[in-house]
Nanobody
Framework: QVQLVESGGGLVQPGGSLRLSCAASGIIFSVYTMGWYRQSPGKQRELVAH???????NYADSVKGRFTISRDNAKNTVYLQMNSLKPEDTAVYYCRSFLRRADYWGQGTQVTVSS
């Protein structure tokens, strides 16, 4: 059974930082592309960042230079370091793992950026 469990969300002031984690089980983690997505009320879910099995990364334009995605294959975990957070970063953040037809999602973690 595949599980993706996100953690690290919370309330932070504008300009602050958070690090999200997503722990995977039930998959051969190292071969999967891992991604972070987010969804805010009334909006579609959108890509934040991807990291491939060879650690190639790509980012949404809105987070480039502020967010960093990384992975630790020994811990089956992908991270999202979020710096210089803005109110518009407020959303539920979801972890995704995918490889060919295999596609799995976590339950999400809430990130709220507010003073």
């Amino acid at each position: 059974q595949v599980q993706l469990v996100e953690s690290g969300g919370g309330l932070v002031q504008p300009g602050g930082s958070l690090r999200l984690s997503c722990a995977a089980s039930g998959i051969i983690f190292s071969v999967y592309t891992m991604g972070w997505y987010r969804q805010s009320p009334g909006k579609q879910r959108e890509l934040v960042a991807h990291i491939t099995s060879v650690s190639s990364t790509n980012y949404a334009d809105s987070v480039k230079g502020r967010f960093t995605i990384s992975r630790d294959n020994a811990k089956n975990t992908v991270y999202l370091q979020m710096n210089s957070l803005k109110p518009e970063d407020t959303a539920v953040y979801y972890c995704r793992s995918f490889l060919r037809r295999a596609d799995y999602w976590g339950q999400g973690t809430q990130v709220t950026v507010s003073s």
